[in-house]
């Protein structure tokens, strides 16, 4: 029998999806579950049939400007690919897939968290009453947001979008706005009743709260900047699952601190884990670390994905979620 190909794992995964990867392949998982350096990135894309990093893998230019890579598919794990240069892959002739559908129940879910947490100042109350600093009930303690009812304004209306909408629309009554730069199927915009808006600011000025699903990458940048964040209401909650770098966090900050927005939930950050500290300054923020899919349902059902995707690889066929 052929040697089974050699698969280079980056961080550690659900026992269930490592067993079955162990049994198709011959598998080195780096048992450290520390981000790997780009150099060894780079020996592995010597060493290796096929690469499979994370999210948390810078796998720029550096790491993939390699002579006489063994490496053919880069396979990551997560549906946000803005952690590879796809031109600089596509330009050494590596395949790169991601794991799309499998996460966006579970990160629109989170949304939905940070939208209530944020609007009805849940870290606050949680710190206040840890710290022993609660006196009781009373009538003017902590008073939050509603946002049943309210506008709900989706700025990147792709799957996950799509999903936190029904979440807002059906369970708290809210009404749906968004905006997306790629045109938008009528009748899945219907499923929430969704109204589009021709820009970013339309839907800054007239949303209660707006959550971002857009990619990350160089062409997302900052596009919530201080600017646009002048634009929303005062009461206004923005959340971000996302990515980190879509948003200014010194912008964000100075309009949280200065009351130009209500509050905020955020998942992702600007080169995370470290965080701006003043971020963690403010009180009416309520900040996660990147749980988007973490279940374990969603994150096995991810590894699954990318073994479909191996597997097609290496039975000589195309991969289902091939990007580049
Ligand atoms: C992704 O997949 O892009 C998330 O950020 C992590 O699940």
């Not at 999210?55 to 794990?77: F, M, N, P, Q």
């Not at 808006?197 to 997302?220: F, Q, W, Y």
């Amino acid at each position: 029998m052929a040697d089974k190909p050699k698969v280079l794992v980056t961080r550690r995964w659900p026992e269930a999806v490592e067993a079955k990867l162990k049994e198709l392949y011959d598998v080195t998982l780096n048992e450290s579950d520390v981000p790997m350096t780009a150099d060894e990135m780079r020996q592995a894309l010597m060493d290796y049939d096929a690469f499979c990093p994370t999210v948390s893998d810078k796998v720029d230019a550096s790491v993939l400007d390699v002579e006489g890579a063994r490496t053919k598919i880069i396979a990551s794990y997560g549906v946000g690919y803005s952690h590879i240069d796809t031109d600089a892959a596509k330009k050494a002739g590596f395949i790169v897939t991601n794991t799309p559908e499998v996460l966006s129940n579970c990160t629109a879910d989170l949304a939905i968290t940070l939208m209530l947490a944020a609007a009805r100042r849940v870290g606050e109350g949680e710190r206040e009453l840890r710290a022993g600093k609660w006196t009781g009930w009373r009538p003017t303690h902590m008073i939050g947001t509603r946002v049943s009812g309210g506008t709900f304004g989706v700025l990147g209306f792709g799957r996950i979008g799509r999903e936190a909408a029904k979440k807002a629309h059906f369970g708290f009554g809210m009404k749906v706005i968004y905006f997306d730069a790629f045109p938008v199927k009528p009748e899945l915009a219907a499923e929430t009743g969704a109204e589009s808006r021709d820009s970013i600011e339309a839907v800054l000025a007239e949303a209660d709260v707006v959550t971002l699903h857009m990619p990350g990458g160089k062409d997302n940048y900052h596009l919530i900047n201080e600017a646009r964040l002048k634009l929303m209401k005062p009461t206004a909650i923005l959340v971000n699952t996302a990515r980190g770098e879509v948003v200014d966090g010194n912008a964000l900050a100075a309009a949280l601190k200065a009351g130009t927005i209500g509050g905020a939930g955020l998942d992702v950050f600007e080169g995370e884990p470290k965080i701006i500290p003043a971020l963690l300054e403010c009180e009416n923020a309520v900040l996660l670390p990147h749980l988007g899919s973490a279940t374990l349902s969603t994150r096995e059902d991810m590894g699954w994905r990318v073994m479909e995707n191996l597997e097609a690889y290496f039975k000589g066929e195309a991969p289902r979620d091939r990007v580049a």
